[in-house]
């Protein structure tokens, strides 16, 4: 069963026992290019960064320090890695959704993602098969 809280700029989770640090969604186009291209040099960070977002140097060393402060990425000898892997920020995030939005009811949030939208038969397939598996999940 998910449950995230929210506290200060952490997502935690039961079933993950750590704190997921919050991305904003700026910070969250920058791990993109992090994620793609990780372990990276900070100076081909930075160029990345002002070709894809538009960012000065500046901008760039700003938000690696952040990231690095609040533990979703580490910079060490100018060679910049995640932490916090994309899945993990992703899941944090949906996470907080459901939790915010629909009181941490899964039905619910799935009822209004899916209400006014016509399924296929192959994603019906493949929702059925994710709920199918979730049963074999460990507590």
Not at 104 to 121: E, H, M, N, Y
Request: proline content about 2%; aromatic content about 10%; charged content about 35%.
């Amino acid at each position: 069963m998910y449950v995230s809280r929210t506290h200060d700029e952490y997502f935690y989770r039961r079933d993950y026992y750590m704190a997921v640090p919050k991305i904003f969604e700026s910070e969250y186009r920058f791990c993109e290019i992090l994620w793609e291209n990780e372990p990276v040099n900070s100076t081909k960070l930075v160029k990345l960064s002002a070709e894809k977002l538009g960012w000065t140097k500046g901008t760039t060393y700003t938000v690696i320090r952040r990231l690095s402060e609040r533990g979703v990425l580490k910079n060490e000898d100018t060679i910049v890695t995640s932490v916090v892997s994309r899945d993990e920020a992703q899941r944090a995030e949906i996470d907080g959704l459901v939790e915010r939005t629909f009181g941490g009811s899964l039905p619910q949030f799935i009822a209004a993602f899916t209400k006014g939208r016509k399924l296929t038969d192959e994603e019906i397939a493949s929702v059925r098969k994710l709920i199918d598996g979730s049963g074999e999940r460990k507590e």
